[in-house]
């Protein structure tokens, strides 16, 4: 009878880890580019003070859609503004940078919780195709970045900054 039961645990035990393995494999592969690290800027210090313990990373989700004339990336990057973005193609790389500012929503009390990552933030996306740079739109709504990359055949890559509209 000892057997038996020490078997079954031992399954159970096997399958609660498997399980979880599963998992952490499944969030390394949908998110491990999402991942970004936020980098203190100059007012870092005085957001610093106000908050329990400022978070430096967070996701910043993509998502990338192929179709047969153009790549559309979208990331979600809200309580931005457009003009908080530097958006580059550098070879083969779309690399999006920016700042996500602290606004403190009131003189008098304190924050209990800080989930949200303040500061400056680099997050690159490999472009499976070539595209035209010279054409690209970006554009920003809704706390989401949307850019449009005509596709090329056989252009060449070079780096271009990207105005936001």
């Not at 399980?19 to 991942?35: C, D, I, K, Q």
């Not at 996701?59 to 003009?83: K, N, Q, T």
Request: positive net charge; contains cysteine.
């Amino acid at each position: 009878m000892t057997t038996a039961l020490t078997q079954r645990l031992k399954h159970g035990a096997e399958q609660a880890l498997e399980s979880l393995a599963e998992g952490w494999r499944e969030l390394r592969a949908r998110a491990g580019g999402a991942l970004t690290r936020f980098r203190p800027t100059r007012d870092a210090g005085h957001v610093e003070e106000h908050l329990p313990a400022m978070g430096r990373w967070a996701f910043i989700a993509a998502d990338v859609f192929d179709d047969d004339r153009s790549l559309v990336v979208r990331l979600e990057v809200p309580g931005m503004r457009r003009d908080d973005f530097n958006i580059e193609l550098i070879g083969d790389t779309l690399s999006v940078q920016g700042e996500k500012r602290f606004d403190r929503e009131s003189k008098r009390g304190g924050y209990q919780i800080v989930q949200c990552a303040y500061g400056s933030f680099r997050r690159d996306i490999r472009l499976p195709v070539a595209v035209r740079p010279d054409r690209a739109e970006a554009s920003y709504r809704d706390g989401v970045l949307r850019i449009v990359l005509p596709k090329a055949e056989g252009a060449s890559m070079r780096r271009l900054s990207i105005k936001v509209t």
